[in-house]
């Protein structure tokens, strides 16, 4: 990784230095898939041999990589004896990036400018726009961006539109990620005065125009109806929210008093049963006594009353039955 680093700081600081003594041509490529296009290194001395004097690298622009360019046919020498071409065949998208061609002279190492080459789909193009609207609107002024995806920069041009008249801003690209899976967006910027963005009166559009098509997005600003609106929703969504949460505690507590009641009334009821069974094992005790033969001879005994022993000399005589 280092040793890439190394060369690709040597590839910059070579360009400026001596540019002068190679040149590439064209600076821009654009291609389709499974087509073809070519690169062309010129310098200011003869050339014998291209195999042996050009050669190729490639800057991947999503991962910052520099490899080796592939060869699908040999380079040619140009009829000025100065300018060595290589032509790819068969592009894919992952052949697009930067090109720079090296020349080895004596002990020097010369770089050449640079070409960029763009390989696009040939499906149709559909770009997709998405608009970001400004969250602090008490400054002065307000940043609006518009990004473009599912297109190559080189396809497009994006501008601003307020009321139908045109609006300076700056472009940029990127990419989403820093792998081979990422995707090179579009990115346009404007800056307008808060005052302006404040009137609703005003249409803010976004173009992105590619060939003899466009496409453009309008961008929506939140208005006061749109705030009340929003705010009684967040209202309505707390009211909703607490009556909820009381609801839900009513329905524990009441659980909970109803467990407590059905828990008291296990209780009584399982000490009633204890009582009366112990009662009916006491009258069960009670009644098996009596009814058990006694053994004790049972001796019925008379009372006397003792006034009957007081005779008077008159009382006719004691009859005894």
Same mark, same amino acid.
């Given at each position: 990784m280092a040793a890439r680093l190394l060369l690709l700081c040597c590839v910059c600081s070579l360009r400026t230095s001596l540019s002068s003594a190679v040149s590439q041509s064209p600076e821009f490529i654009s291609a389709s898939v499974s087509g073809s296009f070519t690169l062309k290194c010129s310098r200011d001395i003869q050339i014998k041999y291209c195999y042996n004097t050009v050669s190729w690298y490639k800057?991947?622009?999503?991962?910052?990589k520099l490899g080796e360019v592939?060869? /699908? $046919?040999?380079?040619?020498?140009?009829? *000025? &004896?100065?300018?060595c071409t290589r032509t790819i065949v068969n592009a894919q998208v992952q052949d697009s990036g930067i090109y720079y061609c090296a020349t080895l002279h004596h002990t020097m190492i010369y770089i050449g400018t640079g070409t960029r080459v763009v390989i696009t789909d040939n499906g149709p193009l559909k770009p997709s726009i998405v608009l970001y609207?400004?969250?602090?609107?008490?400054?002065?002024?307000?940043?609006?961006?518009?990004?473009?995806?599912?297109?190559v920069p080189s396809q497009i041009s994006v501008l601003w539109l307020i009321d139908g008249d045109e609006r300076?801003?700056? /472009? $940029?690209?990127?990419?989403?990620?820093? *792998? &081979?899976?990422a995707s090179e967006y579009t990115r346009a910027q404007i800056t307008i005065p808060a005052e302006e963005w404040r009137e609703e009166a005003h249409v803010i559009e976004c173009v992105v125009k590619y060939g003899?098509?466009?496409?453009?997005?309008?961008?929506?600003?939140?208005?006061?109806?749109?705030?009340?609106?929003?705010?009684?929703?967040?209202?309505?969504?707390?009211?909703?929210?607490?009556?909820?949460a009381v609801a839900l505690t009513v329905v524990l507590c009441l659980?909970?008093?109803?467990?407590?009641?059905?828990r008291v009334e296990r209780h009584r009821t399982s000490a009633d049963t204890q009582c009366k069974h112990?009662?009916?094992?006491?009258?069960d005790m009670l009644?098996?006594?009596?009814?058990?033969?006694?053994?004790?001879?049972?001796?019925?005994y008379s009372c006397l009353n003792p006034e009957i022993f007081k005779r008077q000399p008159n009382d006719p005589p004691l009859e005894l039955d």
């Open positions: 800057v991947n622009l999503i991962t910052g592939r060869k /699908t $046919e040999e380079d040619k020498l140009e009829d *000025d &004896d100065k300018s609207t400004p969250t602090d609107v008490d400054s002065p002024s307000v940043l609006l961006q518009c990004v473009v995806m599912d297109a300076t801003g700056w /472009t $940029e690209s990127g990419w989403t990620g820093h *792998d &081979d899976s003899n098509m466009s496409v453009s997005r309008t961008l929506r600003r939140q208005s006061h109806s749109d705030a009340t609106c929003t705010w009684l929703l967040y209202g309505g969504c707390g009211v909703a929210v607490f009556t909820i659980r909970k008093e109803r467990r407590e009641t059905l112990q009662t009916q094992g006491k009258r009644r098996s006594n009596l009814e058990k033969p006694s053994t004790i001879s049972e001796v019925e």
